[in-house]
């Protein structure tokens, strides 16, 4: 049974940092393309971030600069790193697969006050 369980969010004031984890059970995660998603409120989720099994790294305009995504397949466990964090980044952060994703996990609310 695959489970992608997020955690590490919380209230940040604008400029500050949090770091994601994506804990990942249930198939092969060293094989996997993984992503990092974001639902801000009212809006679509988005991709924000992917990394290859060789940690190839992609990033969206929005983020490249001050989040980095990482993982460490020996823990099954996929990061976000996120600095100088903006009030626009405020929303539910996800992890899955890059495509043909699985079911989605409960996400991690982060919020960055205006």
């Known amino acids: 049974q695959v489970q992608l369980v997020e955690s590490g969010g919380g209230l940040v004031q604008a400029g500050g940092s949090l770091r994601l984890s994506c804990a990942a059970s249930?198939?092969?995660?060293?094989?996997?393309?993984m992503g990092w998603y974001r639902q801000a409120p009212g809006k679509q989720r988005e991709l924000l971030a992917h990394?290859?099994?060789?940690?190839?790294?992609n990033y969206a305009g929005s983020v490249k600069g001050r989040f980095t995504i990482s993982r460490d397949n020996a823990k099954n466990t996929l990061y976000l790193q996120m600095n100088s964090l903006k009030p626009d980044d405020t929303g539910v952060y996800y992890c899955?697969?890059?495509?043909?994703?699985?079911?989605w996990g409960q996400g991690t609310q982060v919020t960055v006050p205006s």
């Open positions: 249930g198939f092969i995660f060293g094989v996997a393309t």
């Open positions: 990394i290859t099994p060789g940690r190839n790294t």
């Open positions: 899955n697969l890059l495509v043909a994703q699985y079911p």
